[in-house]
């Protein structure tokens, strides 16, 4: 289980990769259910990329795979050809979105959005290494 304390320091550590690399970010945490549990929008991230790193948490965490990897695979010709279209829309095939794992277990995931696909994951990584 992810508690709030978690998602805070998930987050606080995700957000000083974004002021390292200064680019301002959404950073959202989910819980293993996909449910979010704490967003972060930083003075001047994008209005858009709230929803989308919200978006990137309950991907990760509803197909326990870090949304680069789900990018990689939903190409067409891919195995996963079209799957942005599934869960009402709520899939992201952009990179930013890593599952959180416990002893193993997916239990939560992280979804950042606000920069390139690169500036992205890194931010995300850095949050998910503070777990």
Known sequence: MITLNDARKIIAAAE???QEIGQPMNIAVADAG???IAH???DGAWLGSIDISIK?????????ISTKDLAANSQSGQQFFGIHASNDGKVMIFAGGIPLKKDGQVVGAIGVSGG???QDQ???EAGAAAF
Do not use: I, P, Q, Y
Request: net charge positive; proline share 0%; charged share 25%.
């Open 56 to 64: 990137k948490a309950f991907t990760s965490r509803a197909f326990d």
């Open 16 to 18: 000083a990769k974004a």
């Open 116 to 118: 390139s696909g690169e």
């Open 40 to 42: 972060v929008r930083m």
């Open 34 to 36: 996909g449910n979010l």
């Open 122 to 124: 890194s931010v995300a």
